[in-house]
């Protein structure tokens, strides 16, 4: 006879999967602060295998296509709290947030 059935009782992998580009994942790459005019900014490397949406740079107002390496850019001093802050995080390309 059989298979035991117990092959199945370790379906403890219940854990729901987030969305794949799970913001909390890229967040624990190579985050640094930076301040520029005055405000505190969170910024975010993003690598070419990551990116992949097209993204609009604030700094240009061209287009960061995907698999460009760029950077994500939020506030951490926003009234609004950390999570507001995250929301409205851009996109840049490195070059239009070095100069920006
Ligand atoms: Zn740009």
Same mark, same amino acid.
């Given at each position: 006879?059989g $298979?035991?059935? !117990?092959k199945?009782?370790? #379906?403890?992998?219940q854990?729901e999967?987030r969305?794949h580009d799970s913001?909390? =994942?890229l967040v624990?790459g190579f985050?640094r602060s930076?301040?520029?005019?005055? $405000?505190?900014? !969170?910024?975010?490397?993003? #690598?070419g295998q990551r990116?992949v949406?097209?993204?609009?740079?604030p700094?240009c =107002?061209?287009?960061?296509e995907t698999?460009t390496p760029?950077?994500?850019?939020? $506030?951490?001093?926003?009234?609004?709290g950390?999570?507001?802050?995250?929301?409205?995080?851009?996109?840049w390309?490195?070059?239009?947030?070095t100069i920006?």
């Amino acid at each position: 006879m059989g $298979r035991s059935r !117990s092959k199945r009782s370790a #379906s403890r992998n219940q854990r729901e999967e987030r969305s794949h580009d799970s913001f909390d =994942r890229l967040v624990q790459g190579f985050r640094r602060s930076e301040t520029k005019r005055g $405000r505190e900014y !969170s910024v975010q490397p993003v #690598s070419g295998q990551r990116a992949v949406k097209v993204y609009t740079c604030p700094g240009c =107002r061209g287009t960061i296509e995907t698999g460009t390496p760029h950077l994500v850019v939020w $506030r951490e001093d926003g009234i609004m709290g950390a999570e507001a802050d995250l929301a409205a995080r851009r996109h840049w390309h490195n070059r239009c947030w070095t100069i920006a």
